[in-house]
């Protein structure tokens, strides 16, 4: 897996979906890729203070503890995901991005019917990966979570940042999603 | 007569009931058998957080996910053995797998007569059996989650 994309699945044919894989509190989850505004390290994290990228203020979303979880501490690999959706910005906080998949929709499952509670607005669904599986995070519940404190863009900011002009060197491949 | 000789056999059929016997940290359970999908090796589970009442993980079997319903967790104890067990419950909503101990599981045929009713507030139950060592609970894992 890489952040140049990775094809999830074998028939070149079938219709396929972009997600950006993460580790939060050791379990991975799935952002769609047309979240994604930029990655950032915490060397740039902590340079530009509150994650004012390209004059784009990104309040932090605490990912884990809103679906109960307890936040790891900082490592190494601890990025900074700057995601945008409908004028709303946030930034998450994330152990590990392990990259870009693109996902065969055979390969998404929905949640089962067993899980009956707020998880059934969390996420979308189930992503078979190559191993293991991504808990497929639903995008709407995501940015919906941070809308106080957001504000809206003016129309001609809604242009979506190009990842490659904020992906870290540390993550070494210019992306553009 | 020979008419009537069946007729009672199958009546006499009907009122035994097919158990499979289990453990969950020790803690001897049945279900019936026509509740069960199978049993193998416990695959390793994929936590996915959740505010359903434990049910906060899945197995994956190649191209397809269960939901795992934590049976230990509802009875507060730990599940025995390095070598443990799956157990998959049929559902309404789909196959569901639980953890079990690795010792394993027997086979029984019971007398629905020998089936009383169980005091246990643990765990929701159709009843119990009486063996040689305690009352074992028969649960039914259609209903596990649901409530």
Known sequence: MSLRGHRQG???????????????????????ADLIQGLLTLEESRSVGILTVQGQDYPSLNLAGRIGLAEASDGPETRFVLVARAGTRACIRVEQV?????????HMLPLPGQFRSDERNWYF????????????????????????????????????????????????????? | MLRGAVGRQRQSTSQTCHLLVFSVGGRRLAVKTE?????????????????????????????????????????????KGEQ?????????AGAMAICID????????????KI??????????LGCFADEFEDVPIISVARLGSA
């Open chain 1, 10 to 32: 074998s028939a070149a044919h079938e219709p396929t979906e972009r997600y950006l894989i993460v580790s939060v509190a050791a379990q991975r989850f799935a952002l769609s």
């Open chain 1, 98 to 106: 392990h990259g870009l998949v693109e996902v065969e929709r055979v």
């Open chain 1, 125 to 177: 669904g189930l992503i078979l990966l190559e191993e293991g599986v991504a808990i497929g995070l639903n995008s709407a519940w995501l940015i919906g979570g941070t809308m106080q404190g957001s504000r809206s863009l003016p129309a001609q900011e809604e242009r979506p940042l190009q990842l490659a002009h904020v992906v870290s060197e540390g993550m070494g491949r210019g992306l553009a999603c």
């Open chain 2, 35 to 79: 509740e069960i999908g199978g049993i193998s090796a416990w695959p390793g589970s994929i936590p996915v957080p959740s505010r359903t009442p434990f049910i906060s993980s899945i197995i994956r079997r190649d191209q397809a996910v269960f939901p795992v319903f934590d049976l230990a967790g509802m009875l507060k104890v730990r599940v």
């Open chain 2, 84 to 92: 443990r067990l799956c157990l998959m419950a049929k559902q309404p």
């Open chain 2, 102 to 113: 690795e010792e394993m599981p027997v086979l029984r045929s019971l007398d629905a007569t």
């Open chain 2, 116 to 125: 009383q009713a169980y005091c246990g507030r643990e765990i929701d139950s």
